[in-house]
């Protein structure tokens, strides 16, 4: 269920070595555009949709969106990630919404978590 | 020529998964502070492999019992089948202690009021898993090992018959690794993408297994020359329909049963099923079930979370979103609500994996994850015929491997082999060989939509592929069903791909060299599995390995099937190796 970059709010993470959904993805998918210089996915067909990108991008810019041929449109599942903590936003095709704080870490120490 | 990097290692370290990070962490443990530990990993370790979505519970942990009771669960959980009781009895042994390090190292576990583990059945238990792989990797960074992410290994080098390095490829930056190890741990996982996926198009990758795992650690054990095991043993899931998302968090979380479309309680209600145990009947029983019910228009087939512990139902999302968020997105948008309907489930495509409910992979010596091929050393997925270890036993695995590894490199004090340029210069041309392809075949001519007119690309070879596993191999479109007839085209078909068509495989950059070796890989991987269903004349996994010429179990085969591969002639020659019980006990049954 491939990420879908939102243009206005990727800035392609000046300043980092790498852009930071690049860095993560576990199967090399997430790259840069190279005349727009915003995140595009390489193929989406081989997204595994574990949100790693997603949940990695320090400005929100990700949106996972689900296939059409498996999922309705315009539902939406968003995730916010804090220290010790994610918290996720469903907001399903009819406006509802829900929320899940869920824990990830026992202590701070992992300052680095992207 | 590619830019070449070099790197020795006392203990090298391929594929820093599951497995990878908690050996790197032994190995420093046992080998002290001047051990050189150097993992090589394809992708970024913090989020790579079959963790990376995240995980909500550790499904091997002793909670009660012994490790003897484990083992007799497992052996129960495959149909009483021959598996390795001495491996999965030494995972056993120590899972516990495992878990506690990983408690320690940060990971969120769910506790009972009395301080104990919340236990998901008899041998499972919660954790907050989203962040599991990062914790994993956390272990290997604490041991100081020397961490190379984005490098691909393609080929193990092996002189005189031991391993004494891999090479691999930089994705990003197209240099050549050639990398010596005095001992050598491979745990690149199992093997998904050889049969065709339910979802088709843009959703191909919507499986189970982490897609990105394409076998490399067999093919290249394979192409070692090492004793593999157990091919035949794929796994057939049955999952969430369309997201193939697991199904434990609803079936033992909340005890939710399997129906068919008139709600009846199957597993419960047809005495066979009930003789093996009815809803916790073992895996490929409950594989069989789904088939058959479906077979017999009783379908959909549901999982019943009306019928389960309402208590659990709240919190049921809240233990997807840790392990597999994509579900929760589609309830959402497909206005499903678990606590007021069931969940429909399907059967996906097989994969090879040997620490799941599967168990094809490596060979090993012993206790000790030593393969046939000297300093190679396999845990996780790769490890063959001791299945059901799963997260918490691939930890262990790493962690016994690893001590194994340090002991042998001290006793037989290993130095680093002396590579031959020559041989560094095949394994580059093999390596590099589907992107210097396309330069060479680009100039004979591109078609008017940007293609080679003399190439082939990967994702024609993966459709190619799938379409005669799923078709001749026993997919989910044949409802894994096989015949020698069957096999043999699958054969024939197989071969070719491999002896003949490979040379047309081209790769226009780094990314599509990656993909180009995962079909190499599964490739190989597709060969051994053919030739192991063959030779296995019988049905000892009903529902994972449906034989129409040899319906029932044979006495003859109440054995290992292994096999070697021959590089001269290309064939898998296959054998029978006996089984040891180690622990007594009707092998049809759980001790408790
Ligand atoms: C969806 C899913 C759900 C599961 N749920 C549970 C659960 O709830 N509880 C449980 O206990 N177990 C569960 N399991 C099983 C468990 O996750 C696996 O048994 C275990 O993670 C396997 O570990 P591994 O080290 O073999 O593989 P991995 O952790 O996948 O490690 C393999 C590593 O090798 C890398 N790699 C692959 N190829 C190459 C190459 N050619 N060169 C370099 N690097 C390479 C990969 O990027 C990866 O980092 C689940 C598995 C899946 C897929
Ligand atoms: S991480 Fe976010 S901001 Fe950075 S490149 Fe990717 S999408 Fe853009
Ligand atoms: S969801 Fe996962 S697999 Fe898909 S692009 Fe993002 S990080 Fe890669």
């Known amino acids: 269920m491939p990420p879908k970059v939102d243009p206005t709010k990727c800035d392609g993470c000046q300043g980092e070595s790498e852009p930071l959904c690049e860095q993560v993805c576990p199967g090399n998918l997430m790259t840069l555009h190279k005349e727009t210089m915003k995140a595009i996915i390489r193929d989406k067909s081989d997204c595994w949709d574990c949100m790693t990108c997603t949940k990695a991008c320090p400005r929100q810019a990700i949106q996972t969106v689900l296939q059409y041929q498996l999922a309705y449109f315009p539902g939406k599942l968003i995730p916010l990630v804090g220290t010790n903590s994610v918290t996720w936003t469903s907001i399903d095709c009819h406006g509802r919404v829900e929320r899940f704080v869920m824990k990830t870490l026992v202590s701070g120490d992992d300052e680095d978590e992207d | 020529m590619a830019e070449r990097v070099y790197i020795d290692a006392d203990v090298l370290i391929l594929g820093g998964g599951t497995s990878g990070c908690i050996a790197a962490w032994e190995a420093r443990q046992a080998g002290g502070d001047d051990l050189k530990i150097v993992i090589l990993e394809k992708a970024f370790i913090r989020h790579s492999g079959c963790l990376s979505a995240g995980m909500n519970a550790l499904n091997m942990y002793i909670n009660q019992g012994t490790p003897e009771d484990y083992v007799s669960y497992v052996r129960y959980d495959i149909c009483g089948a021959p598996i390795r009781e001495d491996i999965i009895l030494s995972v056993a042994g120590e899972v516990n202690d495992t878990v506690k390090l990983m408690e320690s190292a940060g990971l969120p576990m769910k506790k009972k009021e009395d301080g104990r583990y919340l236990n998901r059945g008899k041998w499972n238990i919660e954790v907050n898993g989203s ?338 596993m799923e078709e001749y191999c026993g997919g989910r479109t044949h409802w894994y069903f096989v015949n020698e007839t069957y096999l043999g085209i699958a054969r024939k078909q197989i071969s070719r791909m491999r002896q003949d068509q490979l040379q047309y495989l081209c790769a226009r950059d780094l990314h599509e060299l990656q993909l180009s070796w995962d079909v190499i890989n599964r490739l190989d991987v597709c060969q051994l599995v053919i030739e192991h269903m063959s030779y296995r004349k019988e049905t000892r996994f009903p529902g994972y390995v449906n034989r129409t010429d040899y319906p029932e179990p044979d006495p003859e085969f109440d054995c290992f099937v292994n096999s070697v591969w021959d590089r001269k002639t290309d064939e898998v020659r296959c054998f029978k190796v006996p089984y040891e019980q180690v622990v007594p006990g009707d092998r049809k049954k759980q001790s408790i």
């Not at chain 2, 290994?153 to 390095?165: N, P, Q």
């Not at chain 2, 095991?229 to 193939?244: A, C, G, Y």
Request: glycine content about 10%.
């Open chain 2, 131 to 468: 962040l599991l792989k990062p914790v994993t990797a956390s272990k290997a960074f604490e041991a100081g090992a020397e961490i190379y992410n984005r490098v691909y290994i393609t080929e193990l080098i092996i002189k005189d018959g031991a391993c004494v390095g891999a090479v691999g490829f930089g994705v990003r930056d197209g240099k050549f690794y050639i990398c010596r190890g005095k001992v050598t741990l491979l745990c690149t996982g199992g093997a998904a993408g050889l049969w065709r996926p339910n979802n088709r198009r843009d959703a191909h990758h919507r499986i189970w297994y982490f897609p990105f795992n394409c076998g490399s650690a067999y093919a290249m054990c394979k192409r070692a020359g090492a004793e593999m095991t157990s091919f035949e043993m794929r796994l057939v899931p049955i999952r969430t329909k369309d997201t193939f998302s697991p199904t434990g968090t609803m079936s033992i979380g909340m005890g939710a049963p399997m129906v068919n479309a008139l709600g009846e309680e199957f597993m419960e209600k047809d005495p066979y099923y009930v003789s093996w145990g009815g809803h916790t009947a073992p895996t490929p029983i409950r594989m069989l079930a789904f088939q058959r019910e479906t077979l017999a228009h009783r379908g959909p087939i549901y999982l019943d979370t009306t019928k389960g512990d309402p208590a659990k139902v709240t919190g049921l999302k809240g233990q997807y979103l840790d392990m597999s968020p994509c579900i929760v997105l589609y309830w959402g948008c497909n206005d499903i609500d678990p606590s007021k309907e069931p969940i429909e489930i399907d059967g996906g495509d097989p994969y090879l994996v040997g620490a799941h409910a599967g168990m094809s992979g490596a060979w090993t010596k012993g206790i000790t994850r030593e393969t046939t091929v000297q300093r190679l050393y396999v845990s996780g997925d790769a490890l063959g015929a001791a299945p059901s270890r799963f997260i918490s036993g691939s930890w262990t695995c790493g962690r016994i491997a690893a001590r194994h590894m340090v002991k042998a490199l001290k006793e037989n004090n290993y130095q680093f082999a002396d590579i031959e340029d020559d041989l560094c210069d095949t394994l580059e041309d093999r390596t590099f060989g589907p992107l210097k392809r396309y330069q060479e075949k680009s100039a004979e001519g591109l078609w008017s939509d940007g293609t080679l007119m003399s190439g082939i690309t990967h994702k024609d070879m993966e459709s190619r592929m799938q379409k005669i």
